[in-house]
């Protein structure tokens, strides 16, 4: 059981892109699944994309067709690739993590995403 580091926020204006990534290298037994949750000011943490170990992929309606959900197995790494930002994709995102084995829940600490107009 390890934390995830995440990297990536920061300002942007709106349009804009961002890549996200989140690393669970240190992982006793690997990652199955990945997400990117996040938590806007004064709301619930929302799912944002999954992907499996096998590739497949999942976003919220609001991130279609401009969040790109990826990760490099290897090293147990998920990126999300954010265009055409919006400023109500502000928030900290959060990465999320299944353990194989354990099936145990990973998060990494959240990075903050500001989108400005």
């Known amino acids: 059981q390890v934390p995830l580091v995440e990297s990536g926020g920061g300002l942007v204006q709106a349009g804009g892109s961002l890549r996200l990534s989140c690393s669970a290298f240190g992982s006793r037994f690997g990652i199955s699944a990945m997400g990117w949750y996040r938590q806007a000011p004064g709301k619930q943490r929302e799912l944002v994309a999954t992907i499996t170990s096998g590739g497949t992929t999942d976003y919220a309606d609001s991130a279609k067709g401009r969040f790109t959900i990826s990760r490099d197995n290897a090293r147990d790494t998920a990126y999300l690739q954010m265009n055409s930002l919006k400023a109500e994709d502000t928030g900290v995102y959060y990465c999320?993590?299944?353990?194989?084995?354990?099936?145990?829940?990973?998060w990494g600490q959240g990075t903050q995403v500001t989108v400005f107009s």
């Open positions: 999320n993590a299944v353990e194989r084995f354990s099936s145990q829940t990973l």
